[in-house]
């Protein structure tokens, strides 16, 4: 991060205040000696590719997750997602399931979800960069400020988005989410561990009809 942040200009105006902070600044520097001495993912031009790959006008849906994945070759900078490559971590196996049980069709098992952020899913980690094998150690560094502000722009800025917030880290998280401007979706995590809340939530057909009712595209999961 010695270089110019490279993320969506979208979101770089509704961002701008963020960048000169001094947490930013103090954020810049952990992950440029981070990478510099140890393995960290994703690889640093895949670090703000939610933002990238969804810009702010065109965000429909918003999924929040916490860590990125911190095994090699996994994360890549969308929440829940690797590369096409790369076997589906159990969480994904799971919202894939919820998925096709919910819309009572086959979809897509693609773990590389560009084909959702291309239509308008901001797949946020609240967390977007750790050190290999070593899970939130991240964490508390700043980028949970840089999200939070991410998820407040959009709830003041714009009106009818989606927010799905599975665990209790996520539903902390979108606390600021206005809710009489947008649709806000919780539920248990996909994880193995937490998956019998998740299933049944239907929380892809409630995001389309949402999104129907107030004459967008819905998403094809």
């Not at 440029?32 to 933002?51: G, L, W």
């Not at 095994?71 to 890549?76: I, L, T």
């Not at 969308?78 to 196996?93: E, H, I, K």
Request: proline letters at 6%; one cysteine or more.
């Amino acid at each position: 991060m010695n270089k110019p942040v490279r993320i969506h200009e979208s979101w770089k105006q509704h961002l701008a205040s963020e960048f000169d902070q001094p947490y930013f600044m103090e954020l810049r520097r952990f992950v440029r000696d981070e990478y510099a001495s140890r393995i960290v993912y994703p690889p640093p031009a895949q670090i703000f590719r939610a933002f990238d790959e969804c810009p702010f006008d065109e965000t429909k849906v918003v999924i929040l997750g916490q860590d990125p994945y911190h095994g090699a070759g996994q994360a890549m900078g969308l929440c829940f997602a690797v590369g096409s490559n790369v076997p589906a971590p159990p969480s994904l196996q799971n919202i894939f399931k919820e998925i096709e049980s919910d819309l009572g069709h086959d979809v897509s098992h693609d773990p590389d979800l560009s084909r959702w952020a291309r239509q308008g899913v901001l797949l946020l980690n609240a967390t977007l960069t750790v050190r290999e094998n070593a899970a939130g150690s991240h964490q508390g560094k700043g980028w949970e400020r840089f999200t939070d502000a991410a998820v407040r722009a959009l709830s003041r800025e714009r009106e009818g988005v989606v927010f799905m917030l599975w665990g209790n880290y996520a539903r902390q998280k979108g606390e600021s989410i206005d809710r009489t401007k947008h649709l806000v979706l919780e539920s248990s995590h996909p994880s193995p561990l937490s998956a019998r809340g998740f299933f049944g939530c239907k929380h892809f057909s409630k995001a389309n009809a949402y999104l129907a009712a107030r004459g967008k595209t819905p998403i094809e999961w």
